[in-house]
Structures are given as C-alpha cells and as structure tokens.
C-alpha cells in the first residue's frame, strides 16, 4: 500500500477564502465537485464497544486504522468502504466499491456473505466485526472544496458545517444531523514524497501549526 503525508489545519472563514483565491490561481478542483466547486460528504463510522478507534486518535496512538463507509452528494449509486490507516505520520485509505443493498445488510448485522465477495477489505472490515464487535458509531457528513495539482500527487480541501448523526440514518441524506460544538473550517493538505513549494505557499503553511483534529471524535461528542 502506498502511504501518503498529510497535514491538517483549523482555519477562519477569512483564511479559507484568501486560501480558495490562492488555490484556485495555480491548482485545479477536484472534477467531481460541483458547479460551486464543493460537494457533501455523509460517513458512517465503525467502532467497537470499547470505543478503540476513538481512544486510539486522541491518544495519539502511532499505528491505528478505522473502517468507515461514504457516498457523495446524496448519490446512493456510488458508495464506498473504506479503511482509513495512519502509521509513523503518514497514511493509506484502501476502498472497495459497496452496492446499496450491500451497505444496507451491513449496517443491519447481515454479513455471512463479506467474505466470499471477493473483495479483501469487505473480507477484513468482516473479520473485524466478528473478532472485535465492530459495528457502526455515528454519522459525519461535511462540506468539502477539493482542489488538485498534479506534480507530488497534491490534494488540498477545505471542510466545514460538520455534523453528527445517528447511525441508522445513514442512508437517508436528509437524515437528522447536529452541527458540531465548534463551528470548525478544516484545511487538509496530502501528498506522495514531496510538496512543492507554490501549494505550500498558496495554503501558507509556513505560519500555521497543524492539528490532530478528528472529524469523527468531534462526532462522537453527540453519538
């Protein structure tokens, strides 16, 4: 698997925009954002009774991963498992495409079937949930604006309203959802062994600290 930097900053409304307007001069937006150049992201996050996942993040754990399942825009024709994997600071996020009623016989505890579907990861988010009782936690779903630039495989995105919700309603993109306490505007930066200097400028990281700030803990506050 190919592990990949990334950095995170909490931002204000102000620097977002002065950061758009810089990104916007010298990379390119994700093809899949929308018209306004963002799109919504609606998650559902797996965790086990002792809540290890959680534990591990704000622990700082060196070495952890966690399964969650997503799908975009309120499209439920393009659904995603994936498991986000963190070791020595960098990261991975294996996927495998999931159908609607698929998704729908996870989340109801119907699994018998994950492991001969032929896919290694719906065999391993199995193996997990026989093992360790992994089973769905909360809703995320945030608003994101993408941005891309191809030399070091550079992908900048710029993440706010983020709200929680209960799990069951996952597959309902009008499902209720609560905006978290702090109204956080997260930038992300990722890349493969460099970051080139023109992105580092246009996102001004040089005068920023970076955060360990998790979207799914700050969920959990409610879920």
Same mark, same amino acid.
């Given at each position: 698997m190919d592990y990949r930097h990334e950095v995170k900053h909490i931002i204000s409304p102000g620097d977002a925009a002065a950061i758009r307007a810089n990104l916007t001069a010298v990379a390119n937006p994700d +093809?899949?954002?929308?018209?306004?150049?963002?799109?919504?992201?609606?998650?559902?996050?797996?965790?086990?009774?002792?809540? $290890?996942? &959680?534990?591990?993040?704000? !622990? #700082?754990?060196?070495?952890?991963?966690?399964?969650?399942?997503?799908?975009?825009?309120?499209? &439920?024709?393009? /659904?995603?498992?994936?498991?986000?994997?963190?070791?020595d600071g960098v990261g991975c996020k294996p996927q495998a495409r999931l159908t609607l009623e698929e998704t729908e016989k996870i989340m109801r505890g119907d699994i018998g079937w994950m492991p001969a579907s032929g896919r290694p990861l719906l065999a391993a988010l199995y193996a997990d949930m026989k093992t360790r009782r992994l089973q769905p936690k909360t809703v995320v779903q945030y608003r994101r604006m993408p941005f891309i630039y191809a030399p070091?495989?550079?992908?900048? $995105?710029?993440? @706010? !309203?983020?709200?929680? #919700?209960? +799990?069951? !309603?996952? &597959?309902? +993109? !009008?499902?209720?959802?609560?905006?978290?306490?702090?109204?956080?505007? &997260?930038?992300?930066?990722? @890349?493969?062994?460099?970051?080139?200097?023109? /992105?580092?400028?246009?996102?001004?990281?040089?005068?920023?600290? +970076? $955060?360990?700030?998790s979207k799914y803990a700050a969920c959990r506050v409610w879920c």
């Open positions: +093809p899949h954002a929308a018209e306004n150049g963002s799109y919504r992201i609606r998650s559902l996050y797996f965790d086990d009774p002792l809540d $290890t996942a &959680l534990h591990e993040k704000l !622990d #700082g754990v060196n070495e952890r991963r966690k399964f969650r399942i997503r799908y975009y825009n309120d499209d &439920l024709s393009y /659904i995603m498992l994936e498991c986000k994997m963190k070791r070091g495989n550079v992908r900048v $995105t710029i993440d @706010w !309203d983020i709200r929680t #919700g209960p +799990p069951g !309603d996952f &597959l309902k +993109p !009008d499902g209720l959802t609560l905006p978290i306490e702090d109204n956080v505007i &997260l930038l992300e930066v990722k @890349w493969d062994e460099y970051l080139p200097g023109i /992105i580092r400028k246009a996102a001004a990281l040089k005068s920023r600290e +970076p $955060t360990a700030f």
